[in-house]
């Protein structure tokens, strides 16, 4: 059974800092060729957008968190995370880490097989 789990979300000032994390589990293969794995956020009245991605062909940003946000993963591929500085209150929303069953990563939510029930991020100006 294919689980993520998020955690790491908090409030926070802006140009602050927040390191999410990502628990993954049951996946096979579990490495970026077999599995994309992103980060997605969601904030209030919004539709979920995508941030940010890893997989087969490297990492991807949007543009909106690009130079501001880095996502890894640990060696043993065991958990995601996404290191955010320079946090904005345009910044706030619920994150979401989501998985792949193949390594080509999309923008498209839809494209994503399995998710986490989110961690909540607040900037405050």
């Known amino acids: 059974q294919v689980q993520l789990m998020e955690s790491g979300g908090g409030s926070v000032q802006a140009g602050g800092s927040l390191r999410l994390s990502c628990a993954v589990s049951g996946i096979s293969g579990n490495s970026y060729s077999t599995n994309c794995m992103g980060w997605f956020r969601q904030a209030p009245g919004k539709e979920r957008e995508w941030v940010a991605s890893i997989g087969r062909y490297g990492h991807s940003y949007a543009d909106s968190v690009k130079g501001r946000v880095t996502i890894s993963q640990d060696n043993a591929k065991i958990t995601l995370y996404l290191q955010m500085n320079s946090l904005k209150p345009e910044d706030t929303a619920m994150y979401y880490c989501?998985?792949?069953?193949?390594?080509?990563?999309?923008?498209?939510?839809?494209?994503?097989?399995?998710w986490g029930q989110g961690t909540q991020v607040t900037v405050s100006s």
């Open positions: 989501a998985a792949r069953s193949t390594g080509t990563c999309y923008i498209d939510m839809g494209r994503y097989n399995y």
